[in-house]
């Protein structure tokens, strides 16, 4: 075996600090590195928490549908039951209306007799008082004649 050549104080001061150079840049590399770990796990966690978020969203926006849908189906029975009383309401009006025109026509009769029964009553009275005066006279007569 050659015997190995000796090293110049030079070279190894080179060497020593050049080692110096790569153990700082190793540190620091590793510092980089342990501060990469902790953002990358940083991120991470933002990373669950938006999608825990997300998944709370969809849910929410599931049952938001599931409502609306709901709510949407008995818009529609409120409106068909809205649309049944409105033609009942119609169709009572039609009827007080045919009942107010019956009250019309039998005030309107009612005012025909009534004038009927008092023309009646005075055509009546009137022949009383002719027969009254009638018998009256008759009266007279007959006690002239007595």
């Known amino acids: 075996m050659p015997e190995p050549e000796p090293i110049l104080q030079e070279d190894m001061d080179k060497l020593t600090s050049q080692i110096k150079?790569?153990?700082?840049?190793?540190?620091?590399?590793?510092?980089?590195?342990?501060?990469?770990?902790?953002?990358?796990?940083?991120l991470e966690d933002k990373g669950k928490q938006i999608c825990?978020?997300?998944?709370?969203?969809?849910?929410?926006?599931?049952?938001?549908?599931?409502q609306r849908v709901w709510v949407g189906g008995a818009l529609q029975g409120a409106n068909s039951e809205l649309d049944f009383h409105n033609k009942e309401l119609d169709r009572a009006s039609r009827v007080i209306k045919d009942l107010e025109n019956t009250v019309e026509r039998s005030n309107a009769m009612k005012k025909e007799v009534r004038e009927d029964y008092e023309a009646q009553i005075l055509e009546l009275r009137t022949t009383l008082k002719e027969y009254k005066d009638f018998l009256a006279k008759e009266q007279l007569e007959k006690e002239k004649i007595h």
Do not use: Y
């Open 52 to 66: 825990e978020k997300f998944e709370d969203s969809k849910k929410r926006l599931r049952l938001a549908d599931g």
């Open 21 to 42: 150079e790569l153990e700082l840049e190793n540190t620091q590399l590793r510092v980089q590195l342990n501060r990469a770990k902790e953002r990358n796990h940083v």
